[in-house]
């Protein structure tokens, strides 16, 4: 058993990596017990939906929706985007995944330019874990009048260390090499150096883009998180539930480096995470980065 409390290089939040291997959720083949539903996220049932307000279409039918949030609580703020018409794909097999992310940019430009938003989050549930109530793949959009917790603790760190802290974080993984699973051009995946679930993913841009409004690479980017949920499924289980969260700041906020998180949903939180907001995690990140790795290994002498 391996026992050791970390630091989040960008909040300062700790959290306690208590592996013990026994413990490990390990391949957890999650069974989703779909009761019949008439979908209205599916094609040919538009009409069960509000009108939608923005749309992508290849070959004249539509392949992303985006539709105003009928049970938000801030009305007019919230989107679901409807991610594909296929009612059981996910982000692994999307071919259209670069329209996808650029309906992300395109919502948040469209948000940002509301008076009183002073930040947008985008996040995307799978699974029943992960909170999502409705199977068919979908995303969320969520424009909110003042600045998020996480947000301003990593703006607080920036405040004290008076420069970009994931800047530094990135050079010091690359050269421990300890966490990191997959390289492209432009970005770098990596297991979260302080995770708040087992095998918690970052993708991070290689050069500093403060917000994703500024970001073009959407078919690199859509390549690189196939292959990061595709690994996942391979060990975890095809059903897994997951959240993938984005972690941008608002346009004007120059002083931020956006990055995208991927987080397994093999644990739950109890008492402990409640009462002190400091998590417990059973699987140290480089453990789970050997993990993934050798399954990225298997698949490519196949
Ligand atoms: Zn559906």
């Not at 049932?45 to 801030?74: C, D």
């Not at 906020?253 to 409640?274: A, C, K, M, Q």
Request: proline share 7%.
């Amino acid at each position: 058993m391996s026992f050791f409390i970390r630091e989040d290089p960008l909040t300062g939040d700790r959290c306690i990596i208590a592996s013990i291997r026994s413990r490990r959720p390990h391949v957890i083949k999650e069974i989703i017990e779909e009761e019949p539903f008439q979908c209205p996220f599916c094609p040919g049932n538009e009409s069960l939906t509000p009108r939608e307000s923005f749309r992508v279409e290849e070959n004249s039918r539509w392949i992303v929706r985006v539709i105003p949030n009928k049970f938000s609580a801030i009305p007019h703020m919230h989107d679901v985007i409807v991610d594909s018409p296929q009612h059981n794909e996910d982000l692994d097999r999307m071919n259209h995944l670069d329209k996808l992310l650029w309906t992300y940019k395109e919502r948040l430009v469209y948000y940002y330019n509301l008076e009183n938003v002073k930040y947008v989050a985008v996040f995307r549930n799978r699974g029943k874990k992960a909170g999502a109530s409705i199977p068919h793949p979908h995303s969320q959009v969520l424009a909110l009048p003042f600045y998020p917790r996480r947000f301003l603790k990593e703006k607080e760190k920036y405040e004290r260390i008076n420069r970009n802290a994931l800047r530094d974080f990135l050079k010091r993984e690359m050269e421990s090499q300890e966490r990191i699973l997959i390289h492209s051009k432009n970005f770098s995946v990596l297991l979260a150096y302080a995770p708040v679930t087992p095998y918690e993913i970052w993708i991070i841009p290689k050069d500093r883009i403060n917000s994703f409004v500024f970001e073009s690479r959407f078919e690199e980017l859509g390549e690189i998180i196939k292959e990061t949920v595709s690994l996942l499924k391979t060990y975890l289980g095809e059903n897994i539930s997951y959240n993938l969260t984005l972690q941008s700041a608002p346009p004007w906020d120059r002083d931020y480096h956006y990055y995208l998180r991927i987080l397994p949903r093999v644990s739950v939180f109890g008492g402990f995470e409640f009462g002190t907001e400091n998590v417990i995690v059973s699987v140290a990140p480089e453990e789970a980065a050997s993990e993934l790795r050798a399954v990225k290994y298997a698949s490519r002498t196949e």
